[in-house]
Structure formats: C-alpha cells, structure tokens
C-alpha cells in the first residue's frame, strides 16, 4: 500500500477539478518523485473503481549531463574565447582544456578566433571578438526551464546532435473519478473469516472482487533429471570436439560382438552368469559375417597377426549367446568392423552415451544398469600422446579441476583391429565413463570418494586384454 498520505492528497486534488489529472503534473506539484505518485494510482486501483486511470505517453526535451554542464558554465566555444588572454595563446595550451578540442572547432567555426600558424613560438590562438553571445547555453537554459517550446525543430535537433539534448519518452497516468470516487478510504476485506459470519459483521465490510482470470501460482514440476543435464552437456562437448555420434538402438548384443570382437576370451569371468544378463529367447544369434567371424576365432586359438593368442578351443556356441550388451564398446567394435569395409581408410572420431546393463548385486552404489560414455578415434600413428592431449581436452571442457578415476583408457590391441581388415599402421584410442559418476561429482551427492575411487595420473588403461599401451 503506498503512502496513506499521499494517496489522500490525490484523492482530493482529483476532487477539486472537473476533468481529470495527469500524474506527472501532480507529482510535479507536489514536488514528490512521478513513481511514488503511480504507486498511489496502483493503490486506489486496487480498492476498486474509485478512480478511473489511463495510462498515456508523451516526449518531453531533457538536458544531458553535459547539457547542464554547458547550462551552468557557458558552451565550450565561449569557454574557449574567455580563456584566451589579449596576447593570444599556443594552440597546445588550449588543446589540453577539457573544453578545448571541441570548443576550438566551434569557435573557429563562428569566427570568433584566430589561427596564426607561423607565429614564431608556434601556432598561437587570438580572439577577435570582445564581446559574444552565447546562444547554445541560452537554448539549454529555455529547455533546462521547460519552454522547449520556443525552440524550432532544427535547433533542438542540432542539439541533440552535439549530445546535449535528448528526447525522453514519458508515460503517466490521466486520473479522473470512479464511480465510487470518495475521498476517504476504506479498506476492503479479502477474505470471509469464521468470525466475521458468527458476529454478522461481514454485513457492513466491504470485500475485494475476486480476480476470476488471474493466474494461478506455477507448479514446481518439470524439471530435467541431473543426469539428462550432464548427458547433454557430454554430447555437447563431443560435438565441440568434432566427433560423430554412434548408433546405440540396440539393447541386445552377442557375445561375438560384446565379448570376442573384443579379443576377450571366452573363459574370461566377465563372461560368466554372475556379470552378465543372458537371454533365454532368442537365445542365440545366428547372423554374422563369415569371413570376419573365422579370423577372430583364429587369432583367439592359434594367434595371428604378431599374437600367439589364447590357445584354446574356441566355440562359435559361445559366441551366438545373446545378452543384454555390458558396455557399449560392443557397438564401436560394429562401426570399426564396418570402418575396415571401405574401400579407403578414412580417419574417424565417434561417441556414444547409452545405458548398459551389468549382473550387479543392488545396493546404493550400484544398479544393474547405468549410462556409459565412450569416444574412439581411429587413425595412422595415433600414440598414448594424442589420448593423454584428447582426454586433456575432453575433462578441461567438462569442468574437473583434478584427475580423478572416472573412467579408464588405453589402445586398441592388433589382435582386434588387425582381424576387422583396418590397415597396419592404424591404431585406435579410446576411453570410457560411466554417466553416474562425473554426475554425481557435479551435483556433490555422499561418498564421494567410494565412487570416484582414488587420484590417478594420465595413464588410465583398461584391466581388460582388448587394450595395451604401446611406446
């Protein structure tokens, strides 16, 4: 509510007249500030139709900062003048006036001065008038006194120009009487109390209408998921970094793909029921390419390509087991099989965020499923340098001001890529992270050190044989 006091003297300059008021005259007035006299209107609005108030606008001519400057002690150009002694001045000195760089132009330019250039102590400045009228601080003064008016247009326009002037849109309200104009104010109930009914005493109050169309107070939903948060800010980041995002549509992957593409073989306990979810139909997947197929079970139980392998019996009926995929690392194994099939090696840089699914025990760090971050880049001559610089980039942008063990990387082996058809030369980086843990280091949830383990440096490698590092 704005000041009782001021809102009855409103109520009574309204009174007095027969037409209206316009606000900005009032506060003027009454010498008080124009919003304090709009908070009143704001009031009485509020207490129904006690007045009537339009708002309008209207452009008024205000002095600048260096108008009234120039109001008070003269234009520059007369500044210039009265400085000058009889003898003259060096051009100079006068430059190093605050007023002296403009108002030597425009005292040059009204002929008031004089420039004798082949003075011989230099340039020296000499007045040639005595006596000047000083018309542009007269202008301001007509405007600074509110008789704008008087001016023409094109002076108030050459004003403006020289930054002393400037136009001032000004919105105000027209006040006239409501229909329930009075200039005592009562104050309207808003609400209907227990009391008021028992007593019979809401008879003689008057309430508030209610607002029927106003709105209603937001609800405090919709908001996204932390972990959609930072799934975007990672893709986002892989996209700054100029990688291609890899298709992850398929939940169920077989062993071949998931497991032995990987040259992990097949004894190997991350292949066993107590980690990974196996399906019972389909069972077994029966589609795969042929040729492909017979060089990784070669490399896996005879060696090959520099590799002397696992030396055991390799089952493609361990291979065919469908499962739910435990890393995505089984789909960049497809895009860098399907990589191998061009007829020339182009270098690439894929990502992936997806969920993966692991036979965990459920507890409250663990899941049976969460999201992994993979990025591959493929290309000749790549070394252990160009993965330590790509993972300097990738956590600068994501904000870890520390190395912490959030994921693990390493290097493709041979045994793996060599099989896919990829030239010899071309080496493969990658790494990966789980979505959960640079999120909940982000967003500061408990335990954080039994989640993010241990400070390591920037040799981070996979357990797993599908990476090695190499010199």
């Known amino acids: 509510m704005a000041d009782t006091g001021l809102v009855e003297t409103l109520l009574q ?39 009537s108030a339009e708002q309008r ?98 002076e108030k326009n050459e004003l403006k120009k020289r930054k002393l002037l400037s136009e001032v849109t000004v919105k105000s309200y027209w006040i006239t009487k409501g229909s329930c104009f009075s200039t005592t104010i009562t104050k309207q109930e808003t609400e209907l109390t227990p009391e008021m009914i028992a007593s019979g005493s809401w008879k003689e109050k008057k309430f508030k209408p209610y607002n029927f169309e106003a709105m209603g107070v937001a609800l405090d939903c919709g908001h996204l998921h932390p972990l959609m948060k930072v799934r975007t800010q990672f893709r986002q980041i892989f996209l700054e970094m100029g990688f291609t995002e890899m298709p992850t549509n ?103 965020i997806d969920r993966v699914f692991r036979n965990e025990t459920l507890d409250a760090t663990h899941l049976a499923e969460f999201h992994q971050i993979e990025g591959v880049v493929a290309d000749f001559g790549l070394t252990l340098g160009d993965l330590m610089g790509i993972l300097h980039q990738f956590f600068n942008k994501l904000g870890l001001k520390k190395w912490v063990e959030v994921g693990n990387s390493g290097m493709f082996r041979p045994e793996m890529l060599l099989p896919m058809g990829l030239p010899e030369g071309v080496t493969v980086i990658a790494w990966g992270l789980s979505l959960e843990r640079p999120t909940m280091i982000k967003y500061g949830i408990n335990n954080i050190r039994e989640l993010v383990g241990h400070k390591v440096n920037l040799q981070m490698v996979y357990d797993s044989p599908v990476c090695r590092l190499d010199s």
């Open 13 to 51: 300059r309204v009174e007095k007249v027969d037409g209206g008021l316009d606000s900005q005259d009032v506060a003027t007035s009454l010498g008080v500030d124009h919003q304090a006299i709009v908070g009143a209107v704001k009031s009485l609005q509020a207490l129904g139709d006690v007045i």
């Open 57 to 154: 606008s209207s452009k008024h001519w205000e002095l600048t900062g260096e108008g009234c400057e120039i109001a008070e002690q003269g234009s520059h150009e007369a500044r210039v003048v009265s400085s000058i002694p009889e003898e003259g001045m060096p051009q100079s000195q006068l430059m190093k006036l605050a007023f002296g760089k403009v108002g030597f132009s425009k005292a040059m330019s009204n002929k008031w001065i004089r420039l004798d250039k082949g003075h011989e102590g230099g340039p020296r400045i000499f007045k040639t008038v005595e006596r000047l009228e000083d018309l542009v601080r007269d202008k301001l003064l007509l405007v600074q006194k509110g008789q704008a008016s008087q001016l023409e247009e094109k």
């Open 250 to 352: 398929n939940f169920i992957e077989s062993s071949f793909w998931n497991f032995d593409s990987l040259f992990q073989p097949q004894q190997h306990p991350a292949r066993d029921q107590h980690d990974t979810f196996f399906l019972s139909d389909p069972a077994q997947a029966h589609e795969f390419p042929q040729d492909y197929l017979e060089r990784v079970r070669k490399v896996h139980s005879e060696g090959g390509f520099g590799s002397q392998g696992y030396k055991y019996d390799w089952k493609i009926e361990e291979a065919q087991k469908n499962i739910l995929r435990t890393h995505t690392t089984a789909v960049s194994a497809r895009m860098l099989y399907k990589l191998a099939q061009q007829e020339n090696f182009t270098p690439v840089k894929y990502f992936s």
